[in-house]
C-alpha cells in the first residue's frame, strides 16, 4: 500500500491557487481511476482506491499547509506505513518554473512550511517528495499574494502536462524505480508556456 498525500489549504478560497497544486493534483489522480475522495479522519479527506494494482490511499490534508505532518503522521501510523518506502508528499515550489517537477527520495524542506512541518512530525526527512513548480513570485509581489494567487490561462493548460508526468513518475516509484523517475521526470529546462 502506498500514501499519496497531496497539500494545500482547504477551503473554497483556495480553490486552484498556486500553493494547492498538490490538492490539484490529487484530485485530478483520483479522477482518472475513479477513486472518490469522500472520507473525512486522520484531519484529512481520504479516497481509497487502486493504481495499477497496487492500493492507494489518497490524502488531502485538512489541518492547512502549515500543520501538514499532524495530518501525515495521523495517517501514516493508522495505516503502519514505511514512510521510507510507501509516502510520495506532492507540494508547490516556487524555485521551479510552472511545468517542471523535481522528485527526491529524501532531503530538507527547501523553505516549503507543509513539508518542514511533515518532516517535524515523522521526526524523519527521508520519503518520497514530488514538487511541482509554480514558478516564482514576479519582483514587488508578496510571496504569500503570489502563492495564494491563481494560474494564468497559459499556465493552467501546462498543467494537464505535469499532472500526467507526475502520475507516471508515482507508478514508476511505486514499481520500485524511484531513481528512473527522477532521471527521466527531474527536467532542468525552462518549459515553454
Request: aromatic share 8%; with cysteine.
Amino acid at each position: 500500500m502506498f500514501i499519496i498525500a497531496g497539500l494545500g489549504n482547504p477551503g473554497r478560497e483556495y480553490e486552484n491557487t498556486r500553493h494547492n497544486i498538490g490538492f490539484q493534483f490529487i484530485d485530478d489522480i483520483a479522477k482518472k481511476y475513479q477513486i472518490a475522495m469522500l472520507e473525512r479522519k486522520h484531519k484529512a479527506v481520504i479516497g481509497k482506491g487502486y493504481i495499477d494494482g497496487q492500493k492507494v490511499i489518497l490524502v488531502k490534508p485538512l489541518t492547512y499547509m502549515n500543520l501538514s505532518g499532524e495530518s501525515i503522521r495521523e495517517v501514516t501510523d493508522y495505516y503502519k506505513v514505511d514512510v521510507t518506502a510507501r509516502l510520495v508528499v506532492v507540494s508547490d515550489d516556487i524555485n521551479l518554473d510552472v511545468g517542471q517537477l523535481r522528485i527526491r527520495k529524501k532531503g530538507s524542506a527547501g523553505g516549503h512550511n507543509g513539508l518542514k512541518n511533515i518532516i517535524l512530525h515523522l521526526g524523519c526527512e527521508d520519503f518520497t517528495r514530488i514538487r511541482m513548480g509554480v514558478s516564482d513570485k514576479p519582483q514587488g509581489y508578496d510571496l504569500k499574494d503570489y502563492v495564494l494567487g491563481h494560474f494564468t490561462d497559459r499556465e493552467q493548460k501546462a498543467l494537464e502536462e505535469i499532472f500526467d508526468k507526475a502520475e507516471q513518475a508515482i507508478r514508476m516509484i511505486m514499481q520500485g524505480d524511484t531513481d528512473g523517475a527522477m532521471n527521466r521526470f527531474n527536467t532542468k529546462k525552462k518549459p515553454q508556456l
